[in-house]
T-cell receptor, first 112, second 113 residues
Framework: GESVGLHLPTLSVQEGDNSIINCAYS??????FIWYKQESGKGPQFIID?????DKRQGQRVTVLLNKTVKHLSLQIAATQPGDSAVYFC???????????FGAGTQVVVTP | DGGITQSPKYLFRKEGQNVTLSCEQN?????MYWYRQDPGQGLRLIYY???????QKGDIAEGYSVSREKKESFPLTVTSAQKNPTAFYLC????????????FGAGSRLTVL
């Protein structure tokens, strides 16, 4: 999930298991959502996006699910690998020009 | 390779000094953005520019200034009026406005001594 503050929520996952990262968004008018991955000291990298007219989208090893009824977004990572260790952010576009709103992020730690 | 280049990667500043962070992109993107990131928090929008010679304030513009004289460049100046400037600064660009993916640079870490 998402929270505000100095301590990110942390998801600890064993290598090879599936990861599910959750995000609650705030604006029911949001029509576009993105997941980013950020490794320590680097800029965020695009993972996958989804528009509000869809409820599921799949990429390579990743799936994004969108539940507009409860304003919930999730990112599923299949067969989690050590290289998946990072902070994952969801972002929503609420209609204002180009202004993505970012969540606080979830720290994913992959253990051997 | 196309991308966004931010410099410097690390910058130290004394209180009362202005500093300018560079952001250059060769993606031919019209839109550019500056975000600030603090530990354990999401990204907050400082300024954005939809087109050359035009820019708008984001959510936390106070104490910052920008210019957009060229399509490729969107420098950010952190002025002495910014009360708490120590942070990680991220520049991004996108093809256009609306629902588009932002491509980020590697970031610049500013520390005020």
């Amino acid at each position: 999930g998402e929270s505000v503050g100095l301590h990110l929520p942390t998801l600890s996952v064993q290598e090879g298991d599936n990861s599910i990262i959750n995000c609650a968004y705030s604006n029911s008018a949001s029509d576009y959502f993105i997941w980013y991955k950020q490794e320590s000291g680097k800029g965020p990298q695009f993972i996958i996006d989804i528009r509000s007219n869809m409820d599921k989208r799949q990429g390579q090893r990743v799936t994004v699910l969108l539940n507009k009824t409860v304003k919930h977004l999730s990112l599923q990572i299949a067969a989690t690998q050590p290289g998946d260790s990072a902070v994952y952010f969801c972002a929503e576009n609420s209609g204002s020009w180009g202004k993505l709103q970012f969540g606080a992020g979830t720290q994913v730690v992959v253990t051997p | 390779d196309g991308g966004i280049t931010q410099s410097p990667k690390y910058l130290f500043r004394k209180e009362g000094q202005n500093v300018t962070l560079s952001c250059e992109q060769n993606l031919n993107h019209d839109a550019m953005y500056w975000y600030r990131q603090d530990p354990g928090q999401g990204l907050r929008l400082i300024y954005y520019s939809q087109i050359v010679n035009d820019f708008q304030k984001g959510d936390i513009a106070e104490g910052y200034s920008v210019s957009r004289e060229k399509k490729e460049s969107f420098p950010l100046t952190v002025t002495s009026a910014q009360k708490n400037p120590t942070a990680f600064y991220l520049c991004a660009s996108s093809i256009g406005g609306g629902a588009n993916v932002l491509t980020f640079g590697a970031g610049s870490r500013l520390t005020v001594l």
